[in-house]
């Protein structure tokens, strides 16, 4: 019983694992198709060493309108979607 723990609590383990690689493989897919400017939106938007931006903030940032940082955020979550399989 014990050794049927552990190979089960293994066997979780190894799924999890499996699941998270083919997430960031996912993830570095989309990364790779993704426009500079999209790359730009993400690292501002979301992976700031600092306080996020706001999607005005990045419109600022990058000097374009609202609606263009709105529909370059839209774009990316549908690429994500499509490369994890969710779409």
Known sequence: TENSAIQLATLKSTRWLREAERRIQAMDKAFTRMSD?????????????????????????????????????????TLLAIEMGLV
Do not use: F, H, M
């Open 37 to 77: 400017e999209q790359k730009q939106l993400l690292k501002l938007r979301y992976w700031c060493n600092t306080k996020p931006l706001t999607i005005d903030g990045v419109a600022l940032n990058l000097n374009v309108d609202e609606s263009t940082v709105r529909r370059w955020n839209q774009n990316i979550i």
